[in-house]
């Protein structure tokens, strides 16, 4: 966990006392696996309680949930990723891999035991996979990812490989994921390049073309497709961090010293598509949501390592404050100076009021993330742009 961390300003300290999320309860799990269902304390790492699931090896995890979309769509999205498995058996056959479907349901998680029940009959598993459910009550894609490492944490597992519902995976992108973190002696992070597909709304497109002209120079993973050590996520997530993949950055920027080089990469030749929809309203929320996830990070880390995210990362381009980016001259400079601008004032907004909330004991309790039901494969998502255009 990443609160009270000795080398913060105090204006970091006033900054973070401004957010003080709920910590959600441990709740409860149901593990349904080779027809049967077991039920565990989401706190409770206890093997022994999982009945004939395989240790060691990689754990893949899916979360989801009921209400994303009906058991048909669900059983696609996981048996997208079960046939891109089948490249990682053939090019890695004696290494176990485990593939938890995460659920979660508003109310009594019977509707989440009942949609895994439902769907892993009707999956094609390929040999050497194991698929387990992991049903739960509540939501976020936090709490499912907390869950599962805590109850899993005692099988030692090598890493956690995270894809999300709806993306789409090139056939052997998981194979070349698994390949590098195994080359790279099963250490810290590597992740897909991640290409966005058509889009299908205004907002979409607009978010596509900021993104072309803002990507840092030094690229990390995306939590739509990675594959993260074990030790990175020991203990399991802050509740103060509002994305998973955020927390895998900053602990491993932590990790590094000043001068070199973090532990993370991205593998250009693992493509994976995913598609930015909805209406702009949505993207704004889930904007907001991503820059206090900026700014809640930077301040409960220590400020070597805000200052390295701030100048590398986030911000690279607004010179003074950063480096100048020169990649593609000047005048591609001027606009991401321009974009980053923008970026930083709201930046600034966002700090100064957590700052605000700090300093007179009123913090924030939660960011609300967006529209929940707005579910599309990435491969239908584009085939609708397409049909729409003729």
């Known amino acids: 966990m990443t609160s009270d961390r000795a080398g913060r300003s105090a204006l970091q300290r006033v900054v973070a006392r401004g957010y003080a ?59 997208h990723v079960l046939d891109r498995l089948e490249p990682v058996r053939r090019a890695h056959p004696a290494l176990a891999l485990t593939l938890w479907i995460g659920m979660q349901c508003d109310g009594p998680d019977t509707g989440a035991v009942d949609r895994v029940a439902a769907l892993v009959p009707a999956l094609r598993v390929p040999g050497g996979v194991t698929v387990a459910g992991a049903a739960l009550s509540g939501r976020g894609k936090l709490l499912t990812s907390n869950a599962v490492l805590r109850i899993t944490a ?68 995306a939590a739509g497709c990675m594959l993260v050590a074990a030790d990175v996520l020991a203990g399991g997530i802050s509740p103060r961090r509002l994305t998973d993949d ?16 973090p532990d993370f990469e991205v593998v250009p030749d693992a493509i994976c598509g995913f598609c930015r929809i909805g209406r702009a309203g949505d ?81 924030l309790r939660g960011v609300s993330w967006g529209a929940d039901g707005d579910f599309r494969t990435a491969l239908a998502t584009e085939q609708g742009a397409s049909d729409a255009g003729t």
């Open 283 to 363: 993207t704004l929320v889930r904007l907001r949501r991503s820059m206090y996830s900026h700014v809640v990070s930077m301040a409960d880390y220590p400020l070597r390592t805000a200052r390295r995210y701030f100048t590398h990362y986030l911000f690279y381009g607004l010179w003074p404050l950063a480096p100048w980016d020169n990649r593609r001259g000047w005048a591609r400079g001027l606009v991401r100076w321009s974009l980053k601008a923008v970026h930083f004032t709201w930046f600034g907004a966002v700090t100064a009021s957590l700052a605000v909330r700090g300093l007179t004991g009123r913090p």
């Open 246 to 261: 955020g927390f895998v950055l900053f602990e491993l920027l932590s990790r590094a010293t000043d001068t070199a080089r």
């Open 21 to 79: 999320p709920a910590q959600p309860p441990p709740g409860r799990v149901t593990v349904l696996h080779g027809g049967s269902a077991t039920v565990v304390a989401a706190d409770d790492p206890a093997p022994g309680r999982l009945g004939a699931l395989p240790g060691d090896g990689l754990a893949v995890l899916l979360p989801t949930y009921v209400a994303r979309c009906g058991l048909a769509e669900q059983i696609e999205a996981v048996q």
């Open 154 to 221: 005692g099988l030692g597992y090598l890493g956690w490989l995270w894809v999300d519902d709806d993306v789409e995976l090139a056939p052997d992108c998981l194979e070349r994921l698994v390949t590098r973190f195994l080359q790279r002696g099963a250490t810290g992070a590597v992740g897909a390049c991640e290409t966005a597909l058509t889009s299908t709304t205004t907002s979409a497109r607009v978010m596509d073309s900021v993104a072309g002209h803002t990507t840092p120079p030094a690229e990390y993973p």
